[in-house]
């Protein structure tokens, strides 16, 4: 019988999280899924139905993270794979953006994965075996004006994934950064709705000439969580139709 494999996925009840839950578990990982909106938790476990767990919690306060990841352990089991989804966006100009709103960003978008992969690293290392990955931006790999906070925040996961990646090699341990582009979510349409104009301009940038659908995502990371990725790691992985190409 195989033995069971646990991937912990932060904002795991909606949009790209659950299309990554659900191809994690359709090859058979036990799913943990983590959100702030209970709601979204129990319709995402009443699909997946087996092998999904769930838990209520707010990435961005960080001294709830150890613990967290203890109870995960304890209480489910070793977690083989933590995909750093979870983030906030936020759509302001540098001059017009608060330290508050600075912050915010910052704590749940780049503090979090780093207090998240490090208490999942120490772990890992133990066990001399594990996979991190962290949800990056097109913002990541490219400028884009307007989203000064979202785009910093998103930019260091690059450095940081590259600079584990050095680090935990020698215990087996991949780690790598995808970056989605304009991928339909919910608020994708929400936002698109607001602004036509803006998302003509970007999708007559994009080369494969349509906007990503959360499975463009979810597919990389199943496969950088399969055996056929296990010499692929510190890479910044970009899927976004060849946006970030076209500038």
Same mark, same amino acid.
């Given at each position: ?7 912990? &996925? ?10 990554? $839950? ?16 209970? *709601? ?22 960080? *001294?709830?993270?150890? !613990? ?6 304890? !209480? ?9 989804? $979870?983030?906030?966006?936020?759509? !302001? ?6 330290? *508050?709103?600075? !912050? =915010?960003? &910052? ?13 999942? #690293? ?12 962290? +949800?990056?931006? +097109? ?9 000064? $906070? ?10 940081? #994934?590259?600079?584990? $990646? ?9 780690? =790598? ?9 919910? &608020? ?5 709705k607001k602004d036509p ?39 910044t992985v970009p899927v ?8």
């Open positions: 019988m195989a033995k069971k494999e646990v991937a912990l &996925i932060t904002g795991g009840g909606t949009g790209i999280g659950f299309a990554i $839950a659900k191809k994690l578990h359709s090859m058979n990982k036990t799913v943990v899924l983590t959100g702030r909106r209970k *709601e979204k938790l129990l319709q995402a476990k009443k699909i997946l139905k087996t092998r999904c767990h769930i838990l209520e919690h707010d990435i961005s306060r960080l *001294e709830t993270i150890p !613990k967290l990841v203890i109870d995960i352990e304890k !209480k489910i089991g070793p977690i083989n794979y933590l995909i750093n989804n $979870a983030g906030m966006h936020l759509r !302001k100009i540098a001059v017009e953006t608060t330290d *508050e709103e600075w !912050k =915010n960003v &910052i704590d749940t978008n780049l503090n979090s994965v780093f207090s998240l992969s490090r208490e999942c #690293a120490k772990k890992m290392i133990r066990r001399k075996k594990g996979n991190i990955i962290l +949800v990056g931006s +097109v913002t990541t790999i490219m400028g884009l004006p307007d989203v000064t $906070a979202y785009a910093t925040s998103k930019t260091a996961l690059s450095g940081l #994934a590259r600079t584990l $990646a050095i680090e935990l090699g020698k215990y087996s341990i991949n780690v =790598n950064c995808i970056c989605p582009g304009f991928i339909q979510t919910d &608020i994708f349409k929400r936002v698109r104009n803006r998302f003509k301009k970007i999708l007559s940038r994009t080369p494969l000439d349509r906007f990503g659908k959360v499975e463009d995502i979810s597919n990389v990371v199943g496969f950088l969580c399969s055996a056929d990725a296990k010499f692929i790691t510190g890479t976004d139709g060849g946006f970030h190409s076209s500038f």
